[in-house]
């Protein structure tokens, strides 16, 4: 077995154990039977709910080279109750579907997405590639969430300013976790599609190294999609903002993400534009 399909299995073994170790038989209609040890499912549950043998489920869990149906997939989807995300990830995983190099590669933006950026005025908006760097952004981007131009590739990554940056947290204060947490399920749910890409493996090794809540919350294997819905900044120079965000991907460059935040009121509109007018 290859390195690349060995770190795949075990990616898929370690979300089956997370997601079967949250629920209790009580809520997948089957009745506790004697002590449990630990929380959650036991393995022999979900292969009796999923209509498989209990070694088949024992050895996908093991991460083990398979051969897996997509039949097998949706019922396993369901033992688990996967939510649409989850059940996505677990396809990608078990499925290995890999994505071309064209879907890969961000280092081209096309200048109607430029020129579509510009024209958001008001409203901070920026590219997202899928391993979560900033490829591309308008000045209100700029002036709210910090210079990129002058940034190494790195500090554009959010998912790293996320939890390495002081400038995020004091961006974001309270909100901070929340927030954390939605950009590292986001990554966790992009991985699955890339599972041993070197950026990413070098990204999760570097912020094992310095965050301690990545190196707590990257086991609990958390995916999510889309936007955070309403978000609140506090900037240093104009105090709190609010915005609602919407995220679509680019039709023809599917990897690659455009996130807009809206001014959410009055309030926050003129704030930004007070911005772009001064600076």
């Known amino acids: 077995m ?3 399909n060995h770190q795949r299995l075990r990616e898929l073994a370690q979300f089956l154990r997370t997601r079967r170790d949250r629920l209790t038989p009580e809520q997948v209609g089957l009745s506790p039977q004697g002590r449990r040890r630990t929380p959650g499912l036991r393995r022999e549950e979900v292969a009796i709910l999923s209509g498989v043998s209990i070694d088949w489920y024992t050895w996908l869990e093991q991460g083990r080279d398979i051969q897996v149906s997509s039949q097998v997939l949706e019922n396993i989807a369901a033992a688990l109750r996967l939510d649409s995300t989850e059940r996505n ?13 064209q879907q890969q590669d961000s280092r081209f933006i096309q200048p109607t997405l430029l020129a579509f950026l510009d024209q958001q005025g008001n409203s901070p908006a920026y590219v997202l590639d899928q391993r ?3 490829v591309a952004w308008n000045k209100a981007a700029n002036l709210i969430y910090g210079d990129y131009e002058p940034m190494s590739y790195l500090e554009r990554n959010t998912l790293w300013r996320t939890f390495v940056s002081p400038f995020s947290r004091e961006l974001l204060q309270e909100n901070w976790e929340m927030h954390a947490r939605h950009r590292l399920a986001q990554f966790r749910a992009n991985y699955g599609k890339l599972v041993g890409d070197p950026s990413f493996v070098e990204l999760i090794e570097v912020l094992n190294q310095e965050s301690e809540e990545f190196r707590e919350w990257w086991p609990e294997h958390d995916v999510l999609n889309g936007p955070e819905g309403r978000k609140v900044n506090y ?3 104009v105090g709190v903002m609010e915005f609602d965000q919407i995220s679509f991907l680019v039709t023809d460059s599917q990897h ?3 996130t807009v935040n809206l001014p959410a009121n009055e309030e926050t509109r003129l704030k930004v534009f007070g911005l772009l007018k001064n600076f």
């Open 132 to 134: 979560l760097n900033i």
């Open 235 to 237: 900037h240093p120079i």
């Open 89 to 101: 990830h677990l396809f990608a995983l078990a499925l290995q579907n890999q994505p071309t190099k």
């Open 2 to 4: 290859d390195n690349l």
């Open 256 to 258: 690659l993400t455009v």
